[in-house]
């Protein structure tokens, strides 16, 4: 099987650099550049996410993630020791006041191929749930069953969503906390279905990084005027308490995530996953079983 590596130690291509920045915004704009394009290639070879002859489908919200996502895709796409398309991928929900022209202009003015869906799920999830009810999880799943369906019937092999590091620890720390269970958010999963397999390039980069990568780079950002502003949400809450251990314990989230990746069944309770049933320590001589 053939995977992308991580491409290290490059020099950033200088058609990347924006002109006429100042030396500072430059050369940290340089430096996060090659972190992402290290993470992302390290977490793509960890999880086989690309391999030679893939057509990756890229969910591009509008959002910071995903044209952060895009863009260290399409940097990596070039070096890269195996070959793969990219497409990115809008489904536009038609969401008032959504501006339509913003993510096309871009899109066109970097000269990737692109799509942009048209499925009206705001009306749809602003009828079935309750003023004052949480919208995400309803919009996320007809957002996903749209973005799937396409998948599917385009023939693309790979669905890039922008999730990152952060994103994974909320989730985990979401199910431990509201649903008693010790799971998470995989870098790389098959849809129920089984139709689709869905990668999370970002899975080892920061949002902090993300953030100011976008910020530097002066995407085009289109903020989410659906749920954006609901801010009883359980992710909320759990991404409000990650932020204040981050600033007690800097570096605390980071040793969570690595965490999720070092998982000990014995150490755990789950009798499906370890046979404790089964567990006894060897006879010793002279004892009764000897």
């Excluded at 959002?63 to 536009?92: E, R």
Aim: aromatic share 6%; with cysteine; glycine share 6%.
């Amino acid at each position: 099987m053939s995977t992308v590596l991580p491409l290290l130690n490059e020099a950033p291509a200088a058609d990347t650099l924006p002109l006429a920045e100042p030396p500072s915004r430059a050369g940290e704009l340089d430096r996060l550049g090659k972190r992402l394009r290290h993470q992302v290639g390290q977490a793509i070879a960890d999880f086989g996410m690309i391999e030679d002859g893939d057509k990756v489908m890229v969910c591009l919200s509008g959002g910071k993630d995903s044209y952060t996502m895009l863009d260290v895709l399409l940097q990596l796409q070039k070096k890269a020791p195996v070959s793969f398309s990219i497409t990115a991928v809008n489904l536009d929900q038609k969401q008032p006041d959504f501006p339509e022209h913003v993510l096309p202009q871009y899109l066109e003015s970097i000269g990737v191929d692109y799509r942009i869906l048209e499925q009206d799920t705001y009306s749809v999830v602003t009828r079935v749930v309750p003023e004052g009810k949480t919208m995400c999880s309803l919009c996320s799943r007809l957002r996903r069953g749209a973005l799937y369906s396409f998948a599917e019937e385009q023939g693309f092999t790979r669905i890039a969503l922008g999730h990152h590091r952060d994103d994974l620890v909320a989730t985990f720390f979401l199910n431990l906390f509201f649903h008693a269970k010790v799971s998470g958010m995989p870098p790389k999963l098959l849809s129920d279905d089984g139709k689709n397999v869905v990668i999370r390039p970002l899975a080892y980069a920061a949002e902090a990084d993300i953030a100011r990568y976008a910020r530097l780079k002066d995407f085009p950002i289109i903020p989410c005027n659906l749920c954006g502003s609901q801010e009883n949400l359980q992710r909320k809450q759990v991404q409000r308490m990650m932020a204040d251990w981050e600033r007690e314990m800097p570096g605390r989230i980071e040793t969570i995530a690595r965490a999720l990746g070092d998982i000990r069944p014995s150490q755990l309770s789950d009798p499906k996953l370890f046979d404790f049933l089964g567990l006894s320590s060897a006879p010793t001589p002279g004892s009764i079983a000897g």
